[in-house]
């Protein structure tokens, strides 16, 4: 069993609609909890970052992380289709530890 | 800033062949990474290297060699491709503090092994 689980998708949304994103993990001691964005054909770039529980927002996107279900999520509020990638969950256990990927969710938004 | 450049782009290898992988990163950061990415896998990390001179293993190390000679440049290398390494390779670095400096990541190399 993988230590990251996140849906592959495809998730198929209307333009102005919400994303709700979300990866489940196994191992408590991961702390620090990272969305990548990957762009087709593209290296994956950071979009959000939290460290231990709680939310975090930043413009359009709130990242969430409920440690005690080992569950984050990414919500992508008033969706453009420029939103269209795939989107990859990232942890680790501490400051400098390995990170653990999700598999990648792709969202398409149409117009 | 180039940030983290990786060359080539692309390339195609006959089972056998050997060939390297070049990454550089202009942002002075002491962690460099190499990953693959395959459909359905995510990122599965290759080798990873603290600082200048240091190398270690990922989670895939096995048909694969690294040589961290200068701060700057992550070399990967395989002596005898197989098709199964067939994949897209990222290179990443990361410094400084955590959620400040994460994993910056270069725009792939894709590698087909006939």
């Known amino acids: 069993q993988k230590e990251v689980e996140q849906d592959p998708g495809p998730l198929s949304v209307p333009e102005g609609a919400i994303v709700s994103l979300n990866c489940t993990y196994s191992?408590?001691?991961?702390?620090?909890f990272m969305w990548y964005r990957q762009y087709s054909r593209k290296g994956p770039e950071l979009l959000m970052y939290t460290y231990s529980s709680g939310n975090k927002e930043d413009g359009r996107f709130t990242a969430q992380v409920d440690k005690s279900s080992k569950y984050i999520s990414l919500f992508i509020r008033d969706s453009q289709p420029s939103d269209s990638a795939t989107y990859l969950c990232?942890?680790?256990?501490?400051?400098?530890?390995?990170?653990?990927f999700g598999s990648g969710t792709q969202v398409v938004v149409t117009p | 800033n180039a940030g983290v450049t990786q060359t080539p782009k692309f390339r195609v290898l006959k089972t056998g062949q050997s060939m390297t992988l070049l990454c550089a990163q202009d942002?002075?950061?002491?962690?460099m990474y190499w990953y693959r990415q395959d459909p359905g896998m995510g990122l599965r990390l290759i080798h990873y290297?603290?600082?200048?001179?240091?190398?270690a293993k990922g989670e895939v190390p096995d048909g694969y060699n690294v040589s961290r000679l200068k701060k700057q440049n992550f070399l990967l290398g395989l002596e005898s491709a197989a098709p199964s390494q067939t994949s897209v390779y990222f290179c990443?670095?990361?410094?400084?503090?955590?959620?400040?400096?994460?994993?910056?990541f270069g725009p792939g190399t894709r590698l087909t092994v006939l």
């Open positions: 191992n408590s001691a991961f702390q620090y």
């Open positions: 990443a670095s990361r410094g400084g503090l955590a959620g400040v400096n994460e994993q910056f």
């Open positions: 290297s603290v600082g200048e001179g240091t190398t």
């Open positions: 942002m002075n950061h002491e962690y």
């Open positions: 990232a942890m680790r256990p501490d400051s400098w530890g390995k990170l653990q």
